[in-house]
Nanobody
Framework: QVQLVESGGGLVQPGGSLRLSCVVS?????????MAWYRQAPGKQRELVAN??????????NYVDSVKGRFTISRDIAKNSMILLMNSLTPEDTAVYYC???????????WGQGTQVTVSS
């Protein structure tokens, strides 16, 4: 059974930082697959925040313009997890953050349950 479990969310003041983690179980080598972080704010559609390609494609990272220079996506292969390091947070970053793993060679995808990030003074 494949599971993605996010953690690391919470309440932080504007300008602060958080480190989100997405631990994957049921898939042995996450480096083979593209992964991504999405977020959904109240009353808004879920949006792609950042994605990272498979290792064979060079693990290329892409970011939505609003987080470029502030967020960093990476994988920790040893822990079979994906990380989102978020700096210089603003209230506009408040949302539930979800991780996603795409298995293009199998034609399926998996989502985590989400972790709440609230940026407020």
């Amino acid at each position: 059974q494949v599971q993605l479990v996010e953690s690391g969310g919470g309440l932080v003041q504007p300008g602060g930082s958080l480190r989100l983690s997405c631990v994957v179980s049921g898939i042995a080598n996450i480096g083979r697959h593209a992964m991504a972080w999405y977020r959904q704010a109240p009353g808004k559609q879920r949006e792609l925040v950042a994605n990272i390609g498979s290792r064979t494609s060079g693990s290329t990272a892409n970011y939505v313009d609003s987080v470029k220079g502030r967020f960093t996506i990476s994988r920790d292969i040893a822990k079979n997890s994906m990380i989102l390091l978020m700096n210089s947070l603003t209230p506009e970053d408040t949302a539930v953050y979800y991780c996603k793993l795409d298995r293009f060679d199998y034609g399926d995808a998996y989502w985590g349950q989400g972790t709440q990030v609230t940026v407020s003074s």
